[in-house]
């Protein structure tokens, strides 16, 4: 069964600081990840996709992916209170597009 | 735009009710997915439609009945449920299956009394 790995958290960091948000999938064929954020309420909202080993930077958001370690993370620079949220880790599950989502990571950020 | 559009985004139906939820995006995606999701859980995958047609069913009861009226509209018929069917109902599109980049509705707030 294919699974994904977060730890669920809460991570804390100061206002400024660098959050890094971490996942690990069990299934060595995966090609396409995708990093989500959930406000409480909310629907998750796609904020980075990856696909290719290495990073992948948009604004304060720096996607990296490495198959060789089935891991992949979401480093947010200059953490704003407003990116306090839960973070959800997805794999694609299968040839129909299915996403395949981690426990999610509690993100808090202090002013 | 990367829209899609759920009605209503709260329902409270009783547990002989017949009730549905409605999905509706104009991004010319081909795929379209339900998704429940629980409290402090992550969003649990259910039904899958490519090109219009069921690709994915996952294995849920019968009480819950998709449908896909058009490449547009993904409808999910709600009869006899349970309280522990109380949930946010998601829907997502993307362009294809294979492309896997999918969007989410607002999701609508399911209670079951």
């Known amino acids: 069964q294919k699974e994904v790995e977060q730890n669920s958290g809460p991570l804390s960091v100061p206002e400024g600081a660098i959050a890094s948000l971490n996942c690990t999938y069990s299934?060595?064929?995966?090609?396409?990840f995708f990093w989500y954020r959930q406000y409480s309420g909310k629907s998750p909202e796609l904020i980075m996709s990856i696909y290719s080993n290495g990073d992948k930077e948009d604004g304060r958001f720096t996607a990296q992916l490495n198959k060789a370690s089935q891991y992949v993370s979401l480093l947010i620079r200059d953490s704003q209170p407003s990116d306090s949220a839960t973070y959800l880790c997805?794999?694609?599950?299968?040839?129909?597009?299915?996403?395949?989502f981690g426990k999610g990571t509690k993100l808090s950020v202090k002013p | 735009d990367t829209e899609v559009t759920q009605t209503p985004k709260h329902l409270v139906m009783g547990m002989t009710n017949k009730k549905s939820l409605k999905c509706e995006q104009h991004m010319g995606h081909r795929a379209m997915y339900w998704y429940k999701q629980k409290a402090k859980k992550p969003p649990e995958l259910m039904f899958v439609?490519?090109?219009?047609?069921?690709?994915i069913n996952e294995s849920v009861p019968s009480r819950f009945s998709p449908e896909c009226p058009n490449s547009s509209l993904l409808n999910l018929h709600l009869h006899a449920l349970q309280p522990e069917d109380s949930a946010l109902y998601l829907c997502?599109?993307?362009?294809?299956?294979?492309?896997?980049?999918?969007?989410f509705g607002q999701g609508t707030r399911l209670t079951v009394v």
């Open positions: 997502a599109s993307s362009q294809s299956s294979g492309y896997t980049e999918a969007f």
């Open positions: 439609y490519s090109y219009e047609k069921l690709s």
């Open positions: 299934d060595r064929g995966s090609q396409s």
């Open positions: 997805a794999v694609k599950g299968g040839s129909q597009g299915n996403l395949i």
